[in-house]
Every structure is written in C-alpha cells, then in structure tokens.
C-alpha cells in the first residue's frame, strides 16, 4: 500500500511557474513509476508525464513538453512537478500518482493522491 500526498496548489497567472510536490508512505518508494495527470471541469483526466524508479526514464504529454519537468528524490520518498509558462488552459486538478512502469494511461496506476487545484489566470 502507498499512500500520497500532494503539495497545495494555487492562483499564479498566465505566464508564471508552480512546482508540486508528492510524498509517498512505504519504504518501496524506488520500485514505483510515479505520474502527473490532472483533470479541468468537465473534462476526462489526462496524462502529463511520469517518471521511472531510477528516474531514469521520463514521458511528457505534447501539450507540457518543454515546459513542464519531472522529478523525484528517492531518499525523500518524493516526486515533484516543475510547471513553468503556464497558461490558463492549464487550470486543473493535479493529481500525483503510482504505478509498476512508466506508462501514460491512468489504468496502469494503482494509487493516486487526492487531487490539488491550479488556477492560472490570463
């Protein structure tokens, strides 16, 4: 079982950067992929980029590619989301999650944190 939680999110405006974070429970951390995804109102949640154990592999969805960076430090149990230009489409609820590889779909990761809201103003 791991359990994680997510940094708050917040009102930064166009053109401005956020970083998250996510903590992970367990002593396992390392043998997990861990995932960005978010979801805006009314819309399904999409992937934005992962991270393999070693930290060694990463994927980014097109739409953060260049603006968005993927991290993790395995001795803080932690992975983190560097989000810079962003922009108003980017409001979302951001979610955290972990998985056995580093895939892009939702289905291939078994826990998930509770979701933290970014707002990006114009």
Excluded: H
């Excluded at 940094?7 to 995932?35: I, N, P």
């Excluded at 154990?53 to 395995?74: E, H, L, P, Q």
Aim: glycine residues 14%; hydrophobic residues 35%.
């Amino acid at each position: 079982q791991v359990q994680l939680v997510e940094s708050e999110g917040g009102l930064v405006q166009a053109g401005g950067s956020l970083r998250f974070s996510c903590a992970a429970s367990g002593r396992t951390f390392r043998g997990y992929a861990m995932g960005w995804f978010r979801q805006a109102p009314g819309k399904e949640r999409e992937f934005q980029a992962t991270i393999s154990g070693s930290g060694g592999i990463t994927r980014y969805a097109d739409s953060v590619k260049g603006r968005f960076t993927i991290s993790r430090d395995n001795a803080k149990n932690t992975v983190y989301l560097q989000m810079n230009s962003l922009k108003p489409e980017d409001t979302a609820v951001y979610y955290c999650a972990a998985g056995t590889t580093p895939q892009t779909v939702g289905a291939a990761y078994a826990y998930w944190g509770q979701g933290t809201q970014v707002t990006v103003s114009s």
